[in-house]
């Protein structure tokens, strides 16, 4: 009897190994990772200056495409019915606005794109910024009145509809 348990116990011994490595195999095989290649423009820019085009063309170019693909995503957007979408917008703006972005003109147009598609799920600290008036140079108070000129991102802001600066303005 003994000898028939140790041999019956082998087997069941086998038998859970053969269902542990099957069950190991079923569940989901860990994927490669993805491999990318660092960026290294300089062969491609070096080719480019040999036909003739210079890097403020090449630099101008890929904005006007990045800025493009960029806006149509944006515009494809509804953060009102997803809230994925909705996420992806507000990480867009605020690194947005960490980058200084907003300096560049060429940029201003996708911040401007960004917080139209979020309209009122715009956060509010982000208006209040936009509504942030510049410190007078003279030492004299400003009268009060909301007026483009007198705001430090005022020429954000002319960008803007008037449903946008007006929640700008309440903020």
Do not use: Y
Not at 18 to 29: F, I, M, P
Not at 35 to 48: A, G, K, R, S, W
Not at 106 to 128: A, D, H, Q, W
Request: proline residues 6%.
């Amino acid at each position: 009897k003994n000898t028939t348990n140790q041999k019956q116990s082998k087997k069941d011994k086998k038998k859970l190994k053969l269902k542990l490595s099957l069950a190991a195999s079923k569940e989901e095989t860990p994927k490669p990772p993805v491999v990318v290649e660092p960026f290294q423009p300089q062969p491609v820019m070096t080719f480019l200056h040999h036909l003739g085009v210079s890097q403020h063309t090449i630099h101008t170019r890929m904005i006007s495409s990045l800025r493009s693909n960029l806006t149509s995503q944006i515009e494809r957007m509804d953060p009102r019915n997803s809230k994925a979408h909705q996420e992806s917008l507000l990480r867009l703006l605020q690194s947005f606005w960490n980058s200084k972005a907003n300096d560049i003109p060429e940029l201003r147009s996708v911040f401007v794109n960004v917080i139209k598609c979020l309209g009122e799920l715009t956060p509010k600290n982000v208006f209040e910024t936009l509504a942030e008036k510049e410190k007078p140079k003279d030492g004299h108070g400003s009268s009060g009145v909301l007026n483009n000129s007198k705001l430090k991102h005022g020429e954000l802001l002319d960008l803007f509809g008037l449903s946008m600066k007006r929640l700008v303005w309440e903020a």
